[in-house]
């Protein structure tokens, strides 16, 4: 019985404090932060050159149906969050080979992030997302205060780490650069 109590209280804490969390940020556009990385056992050129085929994208990110690469600095994204398919455009803001890739979404869902790409030693290179991100309805504001775009993009890192590895090589490259704008 006790045990029954506490659980009790426990769910009910945690909905006030997600109700609260959702009153306060529906008077003002949400912004999440999320930052990750993961080492991966491929030279930096490698990880880099793969990172740049956005069109792979789908093969290990959760969720992402289709990412076409519209030029060299402008790419449309098809992804299903909370069950809802999602449309929309982002803009290459900045891309140094070997270095970083920075974006901004330009439509739709509002994200803008980078990522970085670290060489640790010849054939070990740790890359670092860091990802800024508005979600939009309740679903997203839940999934978002739950933890699950962390979550998300952690696995999608896990499996683009699988995914160069086990390939042993890139399927593209794309090494032109983009200066910062």
């Known amino acids: 019985m006790i045990g029954k109590i506490v659980t009790l209280a426990?769910?009910?804490?945690?909905?006030?404090?997600?109700?609260?969390?959702?009153?306060?940020?529906?008077?003002?556009?949400?912004?999440?932060?999320?930052?990750?990385?993961?080492?991966v056992n491929v030279p930096v050129s490698t990880a880099y050159n793969q990172w740049t085929q956005f069109e792979e994208f789908p093969k290990f990110m959760k969720g992402v149906r289709e990412v076409r690469q519209l030029d060299d600095t402008h790419v449309h994204w098809r992804v299903e969050i909370g069950g809802k398919e999602e449309q929309w455009d982002a803009e290459i803001t900045e891309q140094v080979p070997d270095t970083r890739i920075a974006w901004r979404s330009t439509s739709g869902a509002k994200n803008e992030g980078v990522v970085?790409?670290?060489?640790?030693?010849?054939?070990?290179?740790?890359?670092?997302?860091?990802?800024d991100y508005g979600p939009k309805g309740l679903v997203e504001e839940i999934g978002d205060a739950l933890g699950m775009?962390?979550?998300?993009?952690?696995?999608?890192?896990?499996?683009?780490?699988?995914?160069?590895?086990?390939?042993?090589?890139?399927?593209?490259?794309?090494?032109?650069?983009?200066p910062q704008h």
């Open 10 to 39: 426990a769910v009910a804490a945690g909905g006030v404090l997600l109700s609260k969390k959702f009153k306060n940020s529906r008077h003002s556009e949400k912004t999440s932060t999320m930052e990750d990385s993961i080492e």
């Open 116 to 131: 970085k790409f670290y060489k640790i030693a010849d054939s070990v290179t740790r890359v670092v997302l860091q990802m």
């Open 149 to 178: 775009v962390k979550m998300r993009t952690s696995g999608d890192l896990r499996r683009f780490k699988e995914y160069i590895e086990s390939r042993g090589k890139e399927t593209g490259e794309w090494r032109g650069s983009v």
